[in-house]
């Protein structure tokens, strides 16, 4: 334990019961007197702001380098105590700081106020240190996926999302796997541009989209007079893709005949144009997807082995919108937010039996076919409210007569009550929003019916 003499009568008795409390814990645990002398630290401390592990801190002002108390006047005084220098409170204010490191940044967050002595009229000050950079990490890549389209709440998508946020600063190969329309292509733009290569190019190739008798001349270019109609030298994707990023989509309908020379592209970085005999040096990143089980495909002998096992270094499952049907409130604001820039109103309504029929339906084109139901839906809007008749006729075809709403009366029976709020609940992927959308409630009646039903 690393103390100071104590002028604080009464703290000296309460220091080693904190010590044995706190001495193993990940947070940093500070106790100071008025002056901002240190009378204690735990040894987490130290190594949170950045100096040896046996240093022995004395003042706040200078903690590792953070003035701390200049920090808690500065934090105070955001926080509305107009007059903090010269009668400060002593409640507890919680600020941010950045310490910048050679190769990263790391951020601390702040907890501090004035604590009671036992057996002593004086007060100490009180403050908890932790390390908050992997959340800051995470709003960040939260910040930047949602402008660039990736808006979920859904527990499997925030965990991809946080999985793209460690393996982007690599070069390792990632295998995107999901139905189509899941937003693969927009997850492989997210890791490059979180990557060390965001800079440089991101190259799309749809391998299902050109004829299996032109994409080697599009993936590795050709040289003048290579076959008939070649008349110029032409560059392929690959090089086009040098020091960024090659994004190679539906990789599972590349021919079988040429995927071992992409494997072996992909080993050596090195590879020939069509009809040339001379080498091209290329340093790229390869993302690949597939709307089909690559594995599945290895198992029926039309994808090779050892081809899957290099592009599937990190593989990343997508779940398909079905799966995650919490997140469809969410998508519809997103595009609504959207096609509000692109001119359309921004003060549409939809209806409780509209967004029943959205949440029911199973959505086989996943968020692609949720996006083009939002525009049909608000298109053929009748008036300001997009209802069941303005969605698409497949939504409509799909959803059966809903059934009536719940009472809410007094002469309600709970037990009714309870399950219907419960189905509710478990449509809706635990939002409670989207709940008592589907119950035609509000959420403010939704959350007192549940209070009395002893429903949390």
């Known amino acids: 334990m690393k103390r100071r003499d104590d002028p604080l009568e009464g703290l000296s008795h309460f220091l080693p019961m904190l010590d044995a409390v706190v001495s193993h814990i990940d947070e940093g645990v500070v106790v100071a007197d008025s002056s901002g002398h240190i009378l204690y630290h735990n040894p987490a401390v130290p190594a949170l702001v950045g100096v040896g592990g046996d240093t022995r801190l004395r003042e706040i002002r200078n903690l590792g380098g953070i003035n701390l108390q200049k920090a808690l006047l500065r934090a105070a ?75 979920t709440k859904d527990p499997r998508m925030l965990e991809i999302v946080a999985r793209i946020q460690q393996i982007a600063p690599s070069n390792a190969f990632v295998l995107l796997q999901g139905e189509s329309g899941t937003g693969k292509t927009m997850l492989a733009r997210l890791i490059h541009k979180l990557s060390s290569r965001s800079s440089g190019p991101f190259i799309e190739v ?112 997508v779940p398909a919108l079905r799966e995650r049907p919490g997140d469809i409130p969410i998508l519809i604001k997103h595009f609504c937010d959207g096609l ?21 339906y199973p959505w086989p084109g996943n968020v692609r076919e949720l996006a083009n139901a939002v525009e049909h839906g608000i298109v053929c809007a009748e008036g300001k409210q997009v209802s069941p008749l303005s969605l698409p006729q497949d939504v409509r075809n ?23 709020i419960i189905d509710a609940l478990n449509q809706a992927n635990g939002s409670r929003a989207v709940a008592a959308t589907l119950l035609g409630i509000d959420r403010t009646t939704l959350w007192r019916r549940m209070q009395k039903l002893g429903l949390n």
Do not use: W
């Open 77 to 151: 005084i955001d926080a509305g105590e107009v007059d903090a220098a010269g009668r400060p409170s002593g409640n507890f204010v919680r600020f941010e700081h950045r310490i910048q490191e050679a190769d990263r940044a790391r951020f601390l967050e702040f907890d501090s106020g004035l604590v009671s002595v036992p057996g002593s009229e004086s007060k100490a000050r009180l403050v908890v240190i932790r390390d908050c950079t992997q959340r800051k990490h995470l709003e960040a890549v939260l910040h930047n996926s949602s402008s660039s389209g990736l808006a």
């Open 340 to 360: 509000a820039v692109r001119g359309y109103p921004s003060d549409m309504e939809c209806t409780a039996d509209a967004m029943r029929m959205m949440m029911d």
């Open 206 to 317: 749809n391998c299902a989209a050109i004829p299996a008798s032109l994409i080697e001349s599009e993936l590795f270019g050709h040289i003048k007079g290579a076959f008939t109609g070649a008349v110029q030298d032409r560059p392929g994707r690959f090089q086009a893709a040098h020091r960024g990023t090659l994004f190679l989509d539906e990789i599972s309908e590349l021919p079988l005949s040429l995927q071992a020379k992409l494997l072996k592209v992909l080993q050596d970085q090195r590879f020939e144009m069509v009809g040339s005999d001379r080498s091209v040096q290329v340093d790229i990143r390869v993302l690949s997807a597939s709307n089909l089980n690559l594995r599945d495909a290895v198992d029926a002998g039309s994808f090779r082995a050892d081809l899957y096992y290099r592009l599937a270094v990190i593989p990343i499952n």
């Open 398 to 420: 799909y959803s059966t007569p809903s059934t009536p709403r719940m009472n809410l009366g007094r002469d309600a029976d709970e037990e009714e009550q309870r399950h219907a």
